[in-house]
């Protein structure tokens, strides 16, 4: 008797649940690319963005952030409801290039721009890397190159900093603890190109949501348009 009440209270359960089951299964599915493709507006305080979705799979992104601009360009997928983002063409990261690297007296630093500053204005900082498991410490270089050693702790590579944008050059080993006098090229490559790979947007009651965690950014991105520029 127990038994039967039990499968009796599920069934009643089941039949109450099933409609908000079959709803659910009905606002997913109807989520397609032809119904994303439009313009959408990710505008909030401080924030100018756009991003374009087409029908054919294409996307165009924009965003300018305080005194970062960032575009992009690419093909857009939607899976499991959710749109990724791939720019395309890859994007080729700016770097440092070591041009020279003379020897400079003992437990001495210093460090050039053969091409000048990388933005101006903005002052030529690096990290000074000690080891694998020990915090890198950031250091503004001196206007006449130098760089200072806090504690005269010889670090073990440096990382020259790309200003406003979030992007990490590759390290330079320091090979000996003689000195180094270091010039250095900048070389900005895809600079300024959001390189996205596969970069997701959840989509919540038609607006896309894209977290930016390397510039600590939430963005928001409302339809404007669903018609035009497909």
């Not at 008797?1 to 599920?10: A, N, T």
Request: hydrophobic residues 45%.
């Amino acid at each position: 008797m127990r038994i039967c009440l039990y499968i009796s209270c599920y069934a009643v359960l089941f039949t109450l649940a099933l409609p908000c089951l079959v709803a659910a299964q009905g606002a997913g599915s109807s989520i397609t690319r032809e119904s994303l493709a439009g313009v959408y507006d990710g505008g909030q305080m401080e924030v100018g963005a756009r991003l374009l979705l087409k029908a054919n799979g294409h996307f165009s992104y924009e965003l300018a952030y305080g005194a970062l601009d960032e575009v992009a360009d690419g093909t857009w997928d939607l899976k499991g409801g959710a749109v990724f983002l791939t720019t395309v063409p890859a994007v080729v990261a700016p770097r440092f290039v070591v041009v020279n690297d003379e020897p400079a007296p003992r437990g001495e630093l210093w460090i050039q721009l053969a091409s000048g500053p990388v933005m101006e204005g903005a002052p030529q900082r690096v990290y000074l890397i000690y080891g694998p498991n020990q915090p890198p410490e950031m250091i503004e270089v001196a206007a006449n190159g130098h760089v200072p050693l806090p504690g005269n702790r010889w670090p073990k590579a440096i990382v020259p900093e790309i200003p406003v944008y979030p992007v990490q050059s590759k390290a330079i080993p320091l090979t000996s603890t003689a000195g180094h006098r270091f010039l250095l090229r900048f070389e900005p490559n895809g600079i300024g190109k959001a390189d996205f790979r596969a970069q997701r947007l959840d989509v919540d009651g038609g607006v896309l949501i894209m977290s930016r965690h390397d510039l600590e950014l939430m963005l928001r991105f409302k339809r404007q348009d669903s018609h035009s520029e497909r």
